[in-house]
């Protein structure tokens, strides 16, 4: 007796709550119960929705200064001091590093002292080519003297002649004594060396006016030769202070440290080409994304069209950047095509490094104000039930989910996709209307009272 009371307790707990737990399910509704065959369907609805549409491309890529200049050094020798270090910042020809000058000041010197005596030449010369015109000068006014001279011995010769042959006229009419005509022929003689002395004085001035001028020419030349060699002694004197300028290696623009490959007491050995020392970003407060976008994307992507990005170091913010350029030259890998996509983006805190990745997605196609459906209805088809109505079937189409549990389909055109989302073109739907994306078959059971038993 007491064993049935306790059953019939349990029983009437039983149905007791069964009636308590029913009403509390209400999205039993939405779920079509069939027969113990066919089991119960649940479908999974999603809303449409009115909103702003983006379609991305998705692409990864690196973050750059916008201008990196490599600084190295055209000369070898060894780091005597370093005046900066990573993340300072550095204007215009402000010094980076110092190269050991005192070898470079020394060839300065050397050119410089060269140059002094080329000057020095240049003055003793000039004053050699100042005697050699003296000179000429003189040999030329003594020319003159010798040829007066010259002329007064041919005339006194001449007058001896004539004082000769008058003696031996007057002798042979025994007018003048012998001695006379004697005395008479050697002052002849002596007027005719006279002569022939004033002859070889003009012959020896002739010659020495021509070594004169001589002189003067090839000291002339001597003095262009001295002075021609001034631009050379000077050229090498400025090659000279350009090498010992550029022991101190500068910076050629305004911006920051960003890489430092040299220290102090390191020798730089210089080859063909400059070794980089240091590299100065030029602002990081714009900063470049190059991108590696596939073949298959690059006809979507323009210069000018927005983008956001995001960075593993600050996973939860999302950045703003700008399609600058679109790099024709092609890269090659494992038959793989992919083109440069450079994005400008502005870092003003700072906080973009060079060398982050970024997941940047451009927005290829932006419309506003319009209708999206999930990308899943239109890809769901519902499992036959005798409580779906069903319609004319259509390429394209989705399912509305009534409050009764039925769904109605509908057929619809769309736009551009995204990964989730499609825009709706045309098709009798509003903003809000739930559509079909899923269904879930649970295998049927036996019910008592609106509960089920069994599997």
Do not use: C
């Not at 200049?69 to 270090?85: K, P």
């Not at 030449?121 to 003189?138: H, P, Q, Y």
């Not at 407060?285 to 690059?298: G, L």
């Amino acid at each position: 007796m007491r064993i049935s009371r306790i059953l019939g307790w349990i029983v009437g707990g039983s149905l007791g709550a069964a009636f308590l737990i029913y009403p509390l399910n209400p999205d039993r509704g939405f779920a079509s119960r069939d027969s113990v065959a066919t089991g119960v369907s649940t479908f999974r609805v999603a809303p449409i929705q009115r909103g702003s549409f983006e379609q991305t491309a998705k692409v990864t890529g690196t973050l750059r200064p916008v201008e990196t200049v490599e600084v190295g050094s055209q000369l070898s020798g060894q780091i005597a001091n370093l005046y900066v270090d990573f993340n300072d910042k550095v204007a215009v020809g402000d010094p980076l590093a110092q190269i050991d000058p005192r070898t470079f000041q020394a060839r300065v010197d050397e050119a410089r002292a060269a140059l002094t005596t080329a000057h020095a030449i240049i003055r003793v010369v000039e004053a050699k080519l100042e005697r050699a015109r003296i000179d000429l000068k003189n040999a030329r006014a003594n020319k003159a003297v010798l040829d007066a001279k010259l002329e007064s011995a041919r005339a006194l010769k001449a007058l001896a002649e004539r004082n000769v042959e008058r003696k031996l006229a007057l002798r042979s009419r025994d007018a003048a004594p012998a001695t006379a005509v004697d005395d008479a022929q050697t002052d002849l003689v002596t007027k005719l060396a006279a002569e022939r002395e004033a002859e070889t004085l003009v012959s020896l001035n002739a010659i020495g006016v021509e070594g004169a001028s001589a002189d003067v020419r090839r000291l002339e030349a001597e003095l262009e030769q001295a002075k021609a060699s001034v631009p050379e002694k000077e050229a090498v004197l400025r090659a000279a202070e350009a090498d010992l300028d550029r022991t101190v290696i500068r910076s050629p623009i305004n911006g920051v440290i960003v890489g430092r490959s040299v220290n102090k007491g390191q020798t730089l050995a210089v080859g063909l080409e400059a070794r980089t020392a240091f590299d100065v970003a030029h602002n990081l407060e714009d900063m470049e994304i190059h991108a590696r976008v596939d073949e298959t994307d690059i006809g979507r992507i323009a210069p000018g069209q927005r983008a956001h990005f995001t960075v593993d170091a600050f996973p939860d913010r999302q950045f703003e950047a700008i399609v600058r350029q679109i790099r024709k030259a092609p890269q090659i890998n494992q038959n793989v095509v992919t083109y440069t996509v450079v994005l400008a983006t502005a870092n003003p805190d700072g906080i973009l490094l060079p060398g982050m990745t970024a997941l940047v997605h451009i927005v290829t196609v932006r419309v506003d104000n319009v209708l999206t459906v999930p990308l899943a209805a239109l890809r769901f088809r519902p499992a036959g039930s005798p409580r779906v109505a069903e319609t004319t079937s259509s390429p394209l189409s989705v399912w509305i989910h009534s409050g009764g549990g039925e769904l109605r389909q509908v057929s619809v055109t769309v736009g551009p996709a995204s990964a989730d989302q499609v825009v709706l073109k045309s098709g009798a739907l509003s903003e809000g209307d739930q559509v079909a994306v899923g269904q879930t078959i649970s295998p049927a059971g036996r019910e008592l009272f609106g509960i089920r038993f069994g599997p």
